[in-house]
T-cell receptor, first 115, second 113 residues
Framework: GAGVSQTPSNKVTEKGKYVELRCDPI?????LYWYRQSLGQGPEFLIY????????DSGLPNDRFFAVRPEGSVSTLKIQRTERGDSAVYLC?????????????FGNGTRLTVT | GQQLNQSPQSMFIQEGEDVSMNCTSS?????WLWYKQDPGEGPVLLIA?????ELTSNGRLTAQFGITRKDSFLNISASIPSDVGIYFC?????????????FGQGTTLQVKP
């Protein structure tokens, strides 16, 4: 079956611009996660959805970052007034349920470059 | 924030050799996961561990959940060139039942044919 799909795979934008990154989770997975991975580092948690609601957004770095999942499936991560420090690979993952033991299945990420 | 200390940071080995890497935490984790990431791709789950002391194998890979719940190791036996990549440990903090998976900083493995 299809895995987690993320689009675009690469995004180059100018400082100050607005970007949207899309994630299509595995069908039937109720939990969806966004992580950010900087070069040479492990992924860092941003936000987690259970269904349509954000259950934990404690990893969002500031109010320029926002994510939605209006129908409990596809999710969009939105970044306003982008800064060069936002450059990273943004990974989306989904899992079958939201329990602490449910493994995450990751997409291939969107590589965001802010110039 | 919560940190997982993963070591070694990198390894360069000969094909056929065994590999061992580990992960430690200052606090308890109730699940340990090991992922592998290839360039340009997302992490792929290798092994999941759910109970202290659990020893689980997946082909040439073996991982254990430490008795103290504060550590885990991953062994790869008889390495082959396709084992090249970055290996991450990850875990759910003992007090958390949400999706906030904490990752180590990764071990980069290079295999010389």
């Amino acid at each position: 079956g299809a895995g987690v799909s993320q689009t675009p795979s690469n995004k180059v934008t100018e400082k100050g611009k607005y970007v949207e990154l899309r994630c299509d989770p595995i069908s039937g997975h109720t939990a969806l996660y966004w992580y950010r991975q900087s070069l040479g580092q492990g992924p860092e948690f941003l936000i987690y959805f259970q269904g349509t609601g954000a259950a934990d957004d404690s990893g969002l770095p500031n109010d320029r970052f926002f994510a939605v999942r209006p129908e409990g499936s596809v999710s969009t991560l939105k970044i306003q007034r982008t800064e060069r420090g936002d450059s990273a690979v943004y990974l989306c993952a989904s899992s079958l349920r939201n329990s602490g033991g449910s493994p995450l299945h990751f997409g291939n990420g969107t590589r965001l470059t802010v110039t | 924030g919560q940190q997982l200390n993963q070591s070694p940071q990198s390894m360069f080995i000969q094909e056929g050799e065994d590999v061992s890497m580990n992960c430690t935490s200052s606090s308890i984790f109730n699940t340990w996961l090991w992922y592998k990431q290839d360039p340009g791709e997302g992490p792929v789950l290798l092994i999941a561990l759910y109970k202290a002391g659990e020893l689980t194998s997946n082909g040439r890979l073996t991982a254990q959940f430490g008795i103290t719940r504060k550590d885990s190791f991953l062994n790869i036996s008889a390495s082959i060139p396709s084992d090249v990549g970055i290996y991450f440990c990850a875990g759910y903090h003992g007090s958390s039942n949400t999706g906030k998976l904490i990752f180590g900083q990764g071990t980069t493995l290079q295999v010389k044919p």
